[in-house]
């Protein structure tokens, strides 16, 4: 008898989705953040932004676009605003069409600075390209290089199954602010992601849980999908478990209770969310 497939018996093929990484003028973190995204099961391509202006590369051909973190263009202009227009200049109806499909997009860092001037977040009533917030100098008023705890408060796509997280920072301009009444509509409509708190590795210091003044101690935003999300902390710094600011004291305890230590360490579960929400079943 001849076998003919049809839609009932034809195998499930799980394809690997392709993640876009931007590269180019400062931005520095590319080559760990595709290391996070390959581990995770993605097919991550790091890809100049010249290479998407000149129509080398397409957006259309990825499902996860990323804006790693790094010093774009020196921060000259404040940071993320010339690579921002960069973006808005030649690659702005590409980008458009890209939000507004099942995609999803993620900005760490400079690449949330660089989302918040785009006007990619929060887009509050789908308002892509219109700034409504900002991401100021540190109240310190210089570069603060540390780890953070974190309370997750949504259930966006990437921060599925998280309820809280340790990850490093480092920016000079991560001090979130918005008006009264764009930060009442952040509240309503659950888009406010992250919040800097008092956990596990702030036991360890005396530093404060919001490391830069941040208001309303917001460290990351989504838009209304929760597909676009912006945060300041470094997941892609946090991918192994060595990498735990009190590794050493955590593998001791798991030793004395005959347990060994992982491997992995919490950033990687953002990447490892991304992947699944195209890898389902």
Not at 143 to 172: C, K
């Amino acid at each position: 008898m001849l076998w003919l497939p049809t839609a009932e018996n034809l195998p499930i093929i799980k394809m690997k989705p392709k993640v876009l990484i931007f590269s180019g003028y400062g931005l520095n973190s590319e080559a760990e953040t595709k290391y996070a995204f390959d581990t995770a099961g993605g097919k991550a391509v790091i890809v100049h932004v010249n290479d998407l202006v000149a129509h080398k590369v397409s957006l259309a051909d990825f499902q996860i676009l990323c804006l790693p973190g790094g010093f774009s263009y020196g921060d000259d202009s404040g940071s993320g605003n010339a690579y921002a227009n960069k973006l808005k200049n030649h690659l702005w109806q590409e980008i458009l069409e890209f939000v507004n499909s099942d995609r999803l997009v993620i900005g760490i860092c400079n690449g949330f600075q660089i989302l918040a001037n785009l006007g990619l977040l929060p887009a509050l009533n789908s308002k892509f390209g219109e700034r409504q917030i900002a991401l100021l100098h540190n109240s310190q008023a210089r570069l603060v290089t540390r780890w953070v705890d974190l309370r997750i408060e949504n259930d966006s796509p990437w921060l599925s199954g998280i309820s809280q997280i340790s990850l490093p920072i480092a920016h000079g301009e991560g001090k979130f602010y918005a008006e009264t009444e764009i930060l009442a509509k952040l509240k309503s409509r659950r888009m406010i992601a992250l919040k800097y708190s008092r956990g596990e590795t702030c036991r360890y210091s005396d530093l404060p849980a919001n490391p830069n003044g941040s208001l309303a101690d917001i460290a990351g935003i989504n838009d209304e999908s929760g597909r676009i999300l912006g945060l300041m902390p470094h997941p892609e710094r946090a991918q192994f478990f060595h990498q735990l600011p009190h590794w050493t004291n955590l593998a001791d305890k798991l030793r004395r209770e005959g347990k060994s230590c992982p491997r992995t360490g919490p950033g990687l579960k953002i990447f490892q969310n991304a992947v699944r929400y195209f890898i389902k079943g």
